[in-house]
C-alpha cells in the first residue's frame, strides 16, 4: 500500500519508523498469541480490535486474514516444541508420578500429568478409554522418553488402574480428592436437607443436635484428610500402613455412627468404598517413602547424612509445604503447628550444627523437590481437565492442532508464582520464552490488501415510471 493511503491517522507515522515497525510486529502476535490462541478469542472480534486502534491501514485485519495469521502462529507454537525437544529428557536416574484421567468433550480427552512439575505428557482426543487405547497413548511417550514412574494417581477407574499396575508397572494409588468427595456427598446432603427442613418448622433441642451432628461430620472430614500424610503431626515420625489405619478409625466410627443414625444407606455404602481404597492411600506413602530412600542412597554414601535428612529436615519441610498449599484456615493452622514442632526437633539434633549454611540450604532445597513428589490427589489433572471445558465451550471443539499447541502451551510458557514453568521444573532446563522465540521466527507482518483505486460508493437508482 502507497505510504499516502497508510498515513491516514495522527500516529500512522510512527508505524512507518523502524522503531515503530517492529513494537507493531510484537502488539499483533501478541494480540494473536496470547488472546486468539491462549484465550480463545474470535477472529473477527480481533479485527474489531485492529480496527478500533486504527491499525488495519498497516497490517492484514479481516477476519479470514487474522485465521491465517492464527495458523501462522500456531505452527510456530508447534516449531518452538520441536526445537527444544533435544531438552526434555530425563536425567539419569530421574522418576517422576502421574495423574491420569479423562474428559468428555464427545470423544474423551485422555490426559497425562507429573503431578509435581505439572507437566503434561499426554493430551489427546481417542475414540475410547479403554486399558488398550490408554497403553497406546503411555507406550508411545514412553518409548519416545523412557520414564521410570513410581506411581500413578487415579479416580480408581479399572482401565487406570491395570495402566499403572500391568502398563507402567508402578503403585496405583487412590485420589483422595475423588474419594472424600464421594465420601462426604450422601451424608453432607442428608444433613443439609434437615437443616433445611428445620428452618421451615424450627425445633431447638432438634436444631442444636443437627448442628453439632453437621460440626462432628466436617470435623471427621478433617481428621480422614489429616491422617493421610508420609508423617505424623505430633511426632514428624514417618507413617506405615498400620499408623494410618489407626489414626483413620476415629473419625471413620464417627461418620458410621452419623450414617446408621440418619439412617442412609448411600452414605453407608460410600464409607464402605472409602475404606476399601485405604490399602491405596498407604501404598502411595509407601511408595514416596521407599523412593525418598532410594534417592538419598543415591544422593551421599554418608549414613548420618541420609538419616538427619529423613528424620529431621524432611519433615519439617514437608509440613512448610502442606501450611503453604493449604486454603482452609483450620488445616493451614494445624500444619503450621506441625512445621513449628518439627523445626523445633531439627534444631535439636546434633547434625544440624555441624553443617555450613550453604550445605544446609543445598539440603533444603533437595527436600522441597522431593516433598513436591508426594501427591495424594490428581487435582492437577482435574485443574487441566476444567481448563479445557472452558476452552472447548468457547470455540467449539478442539482440532488435533489446537489441542497440541495448548498442551505446548501449558508446559512452556504458563507459570507458577515461582516464576517457573512445567518444562523449567521437570527438566531442570532454562527454555527460551515460547512468545520471544517466535518473535524472532515467524517472519513479517501481512500487509492489508487495498485496491488501488479508490472505492467509488455505488448509488442505488430506480428506473422512473410513467404516470
Not at 461418620?255 to 485405604?278: C, G, I, M, P
Request: hydrophobic residues 40%.
Amino acid at each position: 500500500m502507497v505510504p499516502a493511503r497508510r498515513n491516514q491517522h495522527p500516529e500512522s507515522s510512527f508505524w512507518e519508523s523502524d522503531v515503530g515497525y517492529q513494537w507493531l510486529v510484537r502488539l499483533v502476535f501478541a494480540l494473536v498469541y496470547y488472546f486468539g490462541i491462549k484465550q480463545g478469542v474470535g477472529a473477527e472480534s480481533l479485527s474489531e480490535f485492529i480496527k478500533a486502534v486504527h491499525l488495519d491501514t498497516h497490517v492484514a485485519s479481516s477476519p479470514s486474514a487474522l485465521r491465517q495469521l492464527k495458523g501462522r502462529v500456531t505452527q510456530a507454537v508447534s516449531d518452538y516444541a520441536e526445537a527444544q525437544a533435544a531438552h526434555c529428557q530425563p536425567k539419569e536416574g530421574q522418576s517422576i508420578c502421574v495423574g491420569a484421567d479423562e474428559t468428555f468433550f464427545g470423544l474423551p480427552v485422555l490426559v497425562l500429568i507429573e503431578l509435581s512439575s505439572g507437566f503434561i505428557f499426554i493430551e489427546t482426543e481417542c475414540e475410547n478409554r479403554t486399558y488398550q487405547t490408554w497403553m497406546e497413548q503411555v507406550q508411545a511417550w514412553q518409548a519416545q522418553h523412557g520414564w521410570h514412574c513410581h506411581y500413578l494417581v487415579s479416580d480408581g477407574a479399572r482401565a487406570l488402574v491395570k495402566l499403572a499396575v500391568s502398563g507402567l508397572g508402578c503403585v496405583n494409588v487412590a485420589d483422595l480428592f475423588h474419594a472424600l468427595r464421594t465420601l462426604s456427598r450422601p451424608l453432607g446432603q442428608t444433613l443439609a436437607r434437615r437443616l433445611a427442613a428445620l428452618k421451615k418448622h424450627p425445633n431447638e433441642s432438634q436444631q442444636q443436635q443437627l448442628e453439632q451432628d453437621y460440626n462432628t461430620y466436617h470435623h471427621a472430614l478433617e481428621a480422614i484428610s489429616q491422617a493421610i500424610h508420609p508423617f505424623a503431626q505430633g511426632s514428624s515420625q514417618w507413617q506405615t500402613e498400620r499408623d494410618v489405619l489407626t489414626q483413620l478409625a476415629p473419625p471413620l466410627q464417627q461418620l458410621w455412627n452419623l450414617a446408621h443414625e440418619y439412617r442412609s444407606d448411600k452414605a453407608q455404602a460410600a464409607l464402605d468404598t472409602f475404606e476399601a481404597q485405604v490399602s491405596s492411600f498407604a501404598q502411595g506413602i509407601n511408595a514416596w517413602q521407599q523412593w525418598v530412600l532410594l534417592a538419598l542412597e543415591a544422593k551421599t554414601p554418608e549414613d548420618v547424612i541420609r538419616q538427619w535428612a529423613r528424620s529431621a529436615l524432611l519433615p519439617w519441610v514437608y509440613w512448610l509445604q502442606q501450611a503453604d498449599k493449604t486454603r482452609q484456615p483450620a488445616l493451614k493452622r494445624s500444619y503450621q503447628q506441625a512445621a513449628s514442632d518439627a523445626f523445633d526437633r531439627l534444631l535439636e539434633h546434633p547434625f544440624t550444627r555441624q553443617l555450613t549454611d550453604d550445605q544446609q540450604q543445598h539440603w533444603v532445597l533437595w527436600c522441597r523437590e522431593f516433598c513436591a513428589k508426594y501427591q495424594r490427589t490428581s487435582s492437577a489433572v482435574e485443574g487441566r481437565n476444567g481448563y479445557l471445558a472452558q476452552r472447548h465451550h468457547a470455540r467449539r471443539g478442539f482440532s488435533p492442532q489446537s489441542l497440541k499447541v495448548l498442551t505446548i502451551i501449558h508446559n512452556f510458557d504458563l507459570t507458577r508464582a515461582d516464576g517457573t514453568t512445567a518444562a523449567q521444573r521437570l527438566f531442570k532446563y532454562e527454555f527460551p520464552n515460547p512468545f520471544e522465540w517466535m518473535i524472532e521466527n515467524i517472519g513479517e507482518l501481512p500487509m492489508p490488501r487495498q485496491s488501488a483505486k479508490a472505492q467509488q460508493a455505488q448509488t442505488a437508482y430506480v428506473d422512473s415510471f410513467s404516470a
